[in-house]
């Protein structure tokens, strides 16, 4: 579902959010020229190889983005949230060039969708938004260069215990829905492997375990 947002309650439900990060006359043109769309959960909103024509930007749930190796074999980069944009979305739209990774809803979500050709003419015209997508950069880089540090020195345990706490985080909630097949597809993994650390961290009673959903017992500290 997608809708234009030309409504007062439209405009003050972005106002709410984006106050914070944008002066009120880009606020305004991003009411003009957004599409703003509800999504479900786990659904594909770029995949790779895509030509970009939109910009995300988060308005509320979470979204992933993953790339993928020589194989075809998903490998998780970060994570996005309530005003967070996709950097490497930005670095294709401002080269031209097509999509190196795919995201996916990881809840329920309202994202806005901005016209790439909005992109550069904010950049000059907006202080914010152009601090903005420089921040976002950055964030996401160091955010990539962490998964590749985890991918490269750290064993599964550490990196599945980092993975555990992060999603908990960024779901501000210590119950997370989610198999062991899907930790395994975002640790590029085995399920079997996953279950076997699962079940070590529940037995040094660091998380509960339940049909499709974990329970972290103290996200306010590192599990291991």
Known sequence: MSFSIKS???RNHLVERFEHLFEEK??????????????????????IGENISHI??????????MTEDKNGEELLLYFLELGDTCAMTLKCCSGKSKSVVSAMTEEAAEILFIPVENMDKWMVKYHSW???????YSKRMSEMLVAIDSLAFNNMEERLAKYLND???????RDLTIT???????????????????????????IKQYRNRIELLDISAEII
Do not use: W
């Open 8 to 10: 007062d309650p439209c």
């Open 180 to 206: 062991h097949l899907q930790i395994a597809n975002d640790l590029h993994s085995s399920r079997v492997v996953i279950s076997r650390l699962m079940k070590k961290l529940e037995k040094a009673g660091l």
């Open 56 to 65: 995300p930007l988060i308005v509320s749930g979470s979204l992933k983005v």
């Open 130 to 136: 152009r601090n903005f997508v420089l921040e976002s």
């Open 26 to 47: 880009l606020i305004a043109e991003i009411c003009e020229c957004a599409q703003l769309r509800k999504v479900g959960e786990y659904t594909e909103l770029i995949s």
């Open 167 to 173: 999603r908990a985080k960024m779901m501000q909630s």
